[in-house]
């Protein structure tokens, strides 16, 4: 599983480069030499990022600047981490220590302004573009994103595209339905439903993965429903905020007219034991939300780093102050996921790491049928791809039963 540049620049008995960047000045003009020369061509190659030992990473740019930071999941995008010049060459490195098993997405910025790391050939997409990704030595690639580790995204082809007008809300909404291979009329096949539906097939890769798992028997065969929002990724009403934020209206949409229409066109098995809605962030919101107040229409649901603290932790007082349901709950999270939202949300609902924990007490008191898991990852596309594939074995493995 490529990650990076594991060797490490051990010239002249040195310790290794670490050691060689944070000593320069008492290093050899020889040695010196060595160090520029195969730091540049890696960098060139980019044979990078530079690793030592399984928590240790070194990353290194080489160009023109009065200064060079890292913005990333380490501080939630706030707080710029400044790189050290190297003295005599026109080099800028940053020493990280990071848990072995962690992956990180982050943008250079150079003289203020952000970029990519152009050594980095690891990039993860998102909604505004393309990040570079760091992954520790010990962090577990699955073997389906080999192919999307450089910034390649998921692809529409062989989705069904619908318009649906709908009654609750007062515009339409686009959906792309994906059918498992030999589709067959005859059968029946559970469902799952995708918030952010666009963002689900570009970055997160699920007709995809979905598609693989079922080739190789890793879950049953399904059919996938994505949903997309009204004016993706732009700030102008309504969009997935307007919907998301526990909106009622928007649950009836979802429930009382998406789900009969995908039944009333589709193979389905009409059972809100065998329907999964999925959403990531606020769609992480509104997928428990949906699974708490419509048992009649799902009880299975998955959050991927949920907006739970949301309007002053809503859905947790909520939770926590009624009787359970019999509803199951998948959700996970990162450990980097502390300072979600800094530039727009309200300073007390950014720490989407401590709302899913406090989640997480909630339904173990309450004795819900759940999983939670955490990693040692950021609030990103990247995170939630990788993940996608468990939580989907979790819901759609198990000899083809949901749990």
């Given amino acids: 599983m490529e990650n990076g540049n594991k060797q490490i620049f051990d010239q002249n008995n040195l310790e290794g480069l670490s050691y060689s960047l944070a000593n320069w000045k008492t290093l050899l003009h020889e040695s010196?030499?060595?160090?520029?020369?195969?730091?540049?061509?890696?960098?060139?190659?980019?044979?990078?990022?530079?690793?030592?030992?399984?928590?240790?990473a070194v990353l290194v740019y080489k160009g023109k600047a009065e200064n060079v930071a890292l913005l990333s999941d380490l501080t939630g995008w706030t707080d710029p981490i400044f790189f050290n010049p190297l003295q005599g060459t026109d080099l800028f490195y940053l020493i990280l220590e990071i848990e072995p098993d962690a992956r990180i997405q982050y943008l250079l910025m150079i003289d203020g302004n952000a970029i990519v790391d152009p050594a980095n050939k690891f990039k993860s997409l998102h909604g505004l573009g393309a990040m570079s990704e760091l992954a520790m030595p010990k962090y577990e690639r699955h073997p389906y994103l080999n192919d999307f580790l450089y910034?390649?995204?998921?692809?529409?082809?062989?989705?069904?595209?619908?318009?649906?007008?709908?009654?609750?809300?007062?515009?339409?909404?686009?959906?792309?339905?994906?059918?498992?291979?030999?589709?067959?009329?005859?059968?029946?096949?559970?469902?799952?439903?995708?918030?952010?539906?666009?963002?689900?097939?570009?970055?997160?890769?699920?007709?995809?993965?979905?598609?693989?798992?079922?080739?190789?028997?890793?879950?049953?065969?399904?059919?996938?429903?994505?949903?997309?929002?009204?004016?993706?990724?732009?700030?102008?009403?309504?969009?997935?905020?307007?919907?998301?934020?526990?909106?009622?209206?928007?649950?009836?949409?979802?429930?009382?007219?998406?789900?009969?229409?995908?039944?009333?066109?589709?193979?389905?098995?009409?059972?809100?034991?065998?329907?999964?809605?999925?959403?990531?962030?606020?769609?992480?919101?509104?997928?428990?939300?949906?699974?708490?107040?419509?048992?009649?229409?799902?009880?299975?649901?998955?959050?991927?780093?949920?907006?739970?603290?949301?309007?002053?932790?809503?859905?947790?007082?909520?939770?926590?102050?009624?009787?359970?349901?019999?509803?199951?709950?998948?959700?996970?999270?990162?450990?980097?996921?502390?300072?979600v939202g800094a530039d727009f949300l309200p300073s007390g609902e950014l720490d989407f790491t401590d709302a899913n924990r406090k989640m997480r007490e909630i339904l173990l008191f309450k004795d819900y049928n759940f999983m939670y898991k955490e990693y040692y990852e950021g609030h990103t596309w990247g995170n939630w791809r990788r993940h996608l594939i468990d939580g989907l074995i979790y819901f759609f493995g198990n000899k083809g039963e949901l749990k």
């Fill in 32 to 56: 010196k030499a060595i160090i520029i020369e195969n730091l540049s061509t890696a960098l060139a190659n980019q044979d990078y990022p530079f690793y030592e030992g399984d928590s240790k």
């Fill in 151 to 339: 910034g390649k995204e998921g692809s529409y082809n062989g989705l069904l595209k619908h318009s649906l007008p709908s009654g609750a809300l007062a515009y339409n909404h686009e959906v792309h339905i994906y059918l498992p291979p030999e589709y067959n009329t005859k059968l029946e096949y559970p469902t799952v439903y995708f918030h952010d539906g666009p963002d689900y097939i570009r970055f997160a890769l699920a007709p995809y993965s979905i598609n693989r798992l079922i080739i190789e028997k890793k879950i049953e065969p399904c059919i996938a429903v994505f949903v997309t929002p009204p004016n993706l990724h732009q700030s102008e009403e309504p969009n997935r905020s307007t919907e998301y934020g526990m909106n009622d209206e928007y649950v009836k949409f979802f429930c009382d007219e998406l789900v009969p229409f995908v039944d009333n066109n589709y193979s389905t098995i009409r059972s809100e034991k065998r329907r999964l809605v999925v959403g990531d962030s606020y769609a992480g919101l509104i997928s428990f939300y949906i699974a708490y107040s419509r048992t009649d229409v799902f009880v299975n649901a998955y959050s991927q780093s949920g907006y739970f603290s949301f309007n002053d932790n809503n859905l947790l007082k909520l939770m926590d102050e009624q009787p359970a349901k019999q509803i199951n709950l998948y959700f996970d999270i990162g450990t980097y996921e502390e300072k």
